[in-house]
Nanobody, 126 residues
Framework: QIELVESEGGWVPAGGSLRLSCAARGLTASNYAMAWFRQAPGKEREFVAGISRSGQQTDYTDSVKGRFSISKDNAINMLYLQMNNLKPDDTATYYC???????????????????WGLGTQVTVST
């Protein structure tokens, strides 16, 4: 059974940093493209960052480029999101997602991801 478990988020002051992690259980991460999505109150869930199965390719939504960094450690089936210079607009519930893929590719559409974590809340205050 595949399970994705995000680390606890938390409260961060604007300009601060936070690293989220996602433990991928029941799968071999090197066979999966993975991503982080987020959903703010009253808004639809949106793509934040994605990473290919090997970890060599990454993709970011424009609003987080230069501030967030996605990475994965396939040896221990972990996905990470390093978030720096956080802004109040980054306040949201963050979700990790995974999709099996035979080839190196990036996936930024949520309907292509069958596996999801339960989410973790990140609150950035002014």
């Amino acid at each position: 059974q595949i399970e994705l478990v995000e680390s606890e988020g938390g409260w961060v002051p604007a300009g601060g940093s936070l690293r989220l992690s996602c433990a991928a259980r029941g799968l071999t991460a090197s066979n999966y493209a993975m991503a982080w999505f987020r959903q703010a109150p009253g808004k639809e869930r949106e793509f934040v960052a994605g990473i290919s199965r090997s970890g060599q390719q990454t993709d970011y939504t424009d609003s987080v480029k230069g501030r967030f960094s996605i990475s994965k450690d396939n040896a221990i089936n972990m996905l990470y999101l390093q978030m720096n210079n956080l802004k109040p607009d980054d306040t949201a519930t963050y979700y990790c997602a995974a999709e099996f893929t035979f080839r190196e590719r990036l996936i930024n559409r949520q309907n292509e991801y069958p596996y999801w974590g339960l989410g973790t809340q990140v609150t950035v205050s002014t």
